[in-house]
């Protein structure tokens, strides 16, 4: 399946309930870091990447730095929607920006809530009414009490528009929040599943060290055994002769990293100082063997 191109129908719903459940092939994604809620239309063999690509204009979040969890699995960008059962217009993707999870990553600014304050607009011109000479004093006192009965009232006004885009602001955050901790939530059950999965890789592993564990022990155990049988086995003349053998002991052990009897053997007649092997020991080199067991073998050095 070849990557098709990002989604062309991306729309911001940032009122978004939380149970709210979207019908229709739409994929609801929420940012965790904003507890913003994003809804593309992506088709069922659309690829992860595409989704990144297509979220990544209006979330402000490198495709290349999204990390997509949806039903406790991370999204690999190289799969299908489909592969995950998505869209499903029920279960929601979470959207995590990797560069934030860094231990040298900067902590988000605090929120503000908007409008921070409410400045009360002037008030309209009230209608002149001229006050006839010699009316009483009252008249003159409402006049004033009606221009500042209008002032209040403008302040009211103001005041209460102000604490109605609060509430509204109040209810968005809370809405925001709660995106937040259910992506926290995701994240924990994503985590939980990870480390399942390593404790039962680790419980492999360990029986299979500790089988590793007995074979090398029994090898140890056996080993001055083996030596015996190996000094044991005598070889043929006509071995020795046809394979030009010669040089045993001290000049089959120098020359063990040769790796052979004949290497060995070709070793001890250049020299002309040693005799030729007379068993299979000779042939191996038993400081060579007990170099292993004790170094490179991993067991401890029996005694000679």
Known sequence: STARPAPASLDWTPGMSDGQVVAGPRLVVHQAETGLTYVLTPEHDTT????KLGLAPAAGVAAEHQILIAKGDKLDETRLLADYGLPDGVSPVFMYNRALLARDAPAPPPLALEPRDWPVPPIPELPHVQVQRGASPLVS??????????????????????????????AQAVLQQRVQSRALAAALENLGAFAAQLSERYGRFQSRLRE?????????????????????????????SLEE?????GAGDDASAAGGCSDVGAAGTASGAAPPPQTLLDCCGEARLRTWLGGGGGGPRPAA
Request: glycine share 8%; hydrophobic share 50%; charged share 25%.
């Open 141 to 170: 006192a409402l006049l004033d009490y009606r221009t500042h009965f209008f002032a209040h009232l403008w302040e009211v006004r103001a005041r209460y528009e102000g604490c109605a885009a609060r509430l509204e602001s109040c």
């Open 48 to 51: 992860v990447e595409a989704v």
């Open 212 to 240: 590793q564990l007995e074979v090398k022990q029994r090898l140890v155990d056996g080993f001055d055994a083996d030596v015996a049988r190996l000094r044991a086995i005598r070889l043929h003349p006509l071995i020795v």
């Open 245 to 249: 053998l010669g040089g045993a002991g």
